[in-house]
């Protein structure tokens, strides 16, 4: 069945930068749309990044826009997270997602829209 793995976590401090990868295996994802989405202790899950099948639509929550650069290579069956300029806030586990099918262009923030998800990697961002 389909799995999804993430890497790519750990302790970094307030302004550094991380690159998660989320790797796929069990299906072709090139006609899917992946995204990550983040929990923090206490708090509930949160859209953080989205990509369509041809990597041309992303998508971003506001808090992220501008740091946060969201990326897939179909051939790897692998999406990334290029995170700059962290910040304290941004401390939370974060998980990959993808569809089981292409649905479409809308909601991508949705996580009702996904089907198979990841394990999560932590990130924690010191001041």
């Known amino acids: 069945q389909v799995q999804l793995g993430e890497s790519g976590g750990g302790l970094v401090q307030a302004g550094g930068s991380l690159r998660l990868s989320c790797a796929a295996s069990g299906r072709t994802f090139s006609s899917n749309a992946m995204a990550w989405f983040r929990q923090a202790p206490g708090k509930e899950r949160e859209f953080v990044a989205a990509?369509?099948?041809?990597?041309?639509?992303?998508k971003y929550a506001d808090s992220v826009k501008g740091r946060f650069t969201i990326s897939r290579d179909s051939a790897k069956n692998t999406v990334y997270l290029q995170m700059n300029s962290l910040k304290p806030e941004d401390t939370a586990v974060y998980y990959c997602?993808?569809?089981?099918?292409?649905?479409?262009?809308?909601?991508?923030?949705?996580?009702?829209?996904?089907?198979?998800w990841g394990q999560g990697t932590q990130v924690t961002v010191s001041s």
């Open positions: 990509i369509n099948w041809s990597g041309i639509i992303t």
């Open positions: 997602a993808a569809e089981s099918y292409n649905r479409g262009v809308y909601a991508y923030h949705a996580a009702e829209r996904y089907d198979y």
